[in-house]
């Protein structure tokens, strides 16, 4: 009698390594996809709306947490979606698109942070443009992710949990469509999102940076991650 186990198994394997394939490929459109939609919304992003369209359209159930930011993106003169960005990501703190703005603020060790996302970046033997923005900007860190190393750039997500999830939240209060992006970025990471921001301070697990060099006051937002 012909042993069907092996048969079995080696078809079990396949469909394994196929929906880990799946989730690989569709995790880097999401992240391709948030990279563009997060960025200023220079001609360059304009143009690439119908292609946002395209890379979410082969992978079901990704578009709806996109399609009211691209709609958003569509409407309107170029120059009123480009002062509409200014005045939510580039003004002020609350909407701060930078993951160790977060953790670190205004404090001296940021700069070392900042150069542990570079070292990220270098290892990956690619070079990284940073279009003369932080190591640690949020679309640079997706766009890494996306198109260099899934895992690096996973992890580096990983890491910043908190801040994606306190940028998530800031978004929501603000009715922003944007946060339904940030709440796509963290469906692909392990957990469960926090609920509200205390229960993004217990996920952070330490007080506020005490050490500003900055100017302005101390954000009481800001949530240190965890160090060993």
């Known amino acids: 009698m012909r042993d069907r186990t092996k048969p079995a198994g080696k078809k079990s394997g396949t469909k394994r390594e ?6 690989a490929a569709r995790d880097r459109a999401v992240y391709l ?3 563009w939609c997060l960025s200023y919304p220079d001609d360059a992003v304009l143009e690439r709306l119908p292609l946002i369209r395209s890379v979410l359209a082969g992978h079901p159930g990704t578009v709806q947490d996109f399609e009211p930011v691209l709609t958003l993106l569509g409407s309107g003169r170029p120059l009123e979606v480009q002062a509409r960005y200014v005045q939510e990501f580039d003004l002020g703190k609350r909407h701060a698109l930078h993951l160790s703005y977060w953790t670190d603020g205004d404090t001296r060790r940021r700069g ?9 970046y270098r290892r990956s033997e690619f070079l990284v443009d940073t279009h003369g923005e932080l ?6 860190v997706l766009e890494f992710a996306a198109c260099v190393d899934l895992d690096a ?3 580096l997500l990983i890491k ?5 999830e306190m940028l998530r939240l800031g978004l929501l209060d603000d009715k922003l469509p944007h946060s339904l992006i940030l709440r796509a970025i963290c469906d692909t990471l392990p957990g469960k999102s926090p609920a509200d921001q205390q229960a993004v301070m217990k996920m952070a697990g330490y007080g506020p940076p ?6 302005e006051p101390y954000d009481p937002r800001l949530l240190p991650l965890a160090r060993s």
């Open 33 to 35: 996809a948030a990279s």
């Open 153 to 155: 750039g996973r992890e």
């Open 160 to 164: 910043y949990r908190p801040s994606l």
């Open 112 to 120: 070392q942070v900042l150069g542990a996302f570079k070292q990220v």
């Open 18 to 23: 196929t929906a880990v394939r799946a989730a």
């Open 135 to 140: 190591p640690d900007y949020l679309p640079m």
């Open 210 to 215: 005490t050490e500003s060099v900055g100017l």
